[in-house]
């Protein structure tokens, strides 16, 4: 029987599990391609360890005994410093990141869907997410019913909701 995962909102505090979260996502491949220097000084990356619900951003993260194993979050980054999965002005881009070892759990699906119900609850039409060609989450963001976007960068994924 596994340990019991909980979730909790993400806040304006967690800014050091956003980090640890944006550096394991860059560095998804197991590769060491990114230090924790690269993403506190290249904005592109910076932008996603904070979260500002004042704005609008949402997120959850989910632990097990009282530890993050998982975090999901969409940030409203504007036009004129957007993130990766840039869609257009007004559709948040997710990020999702469980942790090693703690993966093939259903966590990250349960983060998932647990973020896309908070967009539909706050009326929003449209998540986009950006994903590396060949990241096994691919499959996931597919299963939900992302899907690329056409004319955007690649990786660029939207799913309307």
């Known amino acids: 029987m596994g340990t019991a995962v909980t979730t909790r909102p993400l806040t304006a505090d967690d800014g050091e599990l956003l980090r640890t979260a944006t550096l394991a996502n860059v560095n998804w491949t197991g ?23 004042e704005r609008g951003d949402l997120g959850f993260v989910a632990e097990t005994r009282g530890l993050a194993v998982g975090v999901v979050w969409a940030l409203f980054l504007p036009g004129d410093d957007p993130g990766y999965g840039f869609v257009a002005d007004g559709v948040p881009e997710l990020s999702l990141s469980v942790w090693s070892g703690h993966r093939g759990r259903g966590i990250g699906g349960g983060l998932l869907s647990q973020a896309l119900e908070e967009a539909r ?33 690649d990786g660029t994924m939207a799913v309307d909701l």
């Not at 592109?44 to 904070?50: G, P, S």
């Not at 060949?134 to 955007?152: D, E």
Request: net charge positive; charged share 25%; with cysteine.
């Open 31 to 53: 590769e060491p391609r990114f230090t924790a220097r690269h993403v506190e000084r290249t904005p592109e990356l910076r932008h996603y360890c904070e979260f500002r619900p």
């Open 121 to 153: 609850r706050r009326g929003l039409t449209r998540v986009g997410l950006s994903v590396e060609a060949g990241n096994p989450s691919v499959r996931l963001y597919r299963s939900a019913g992302f899907s690329p976007v056409p004319g955007a960068a």
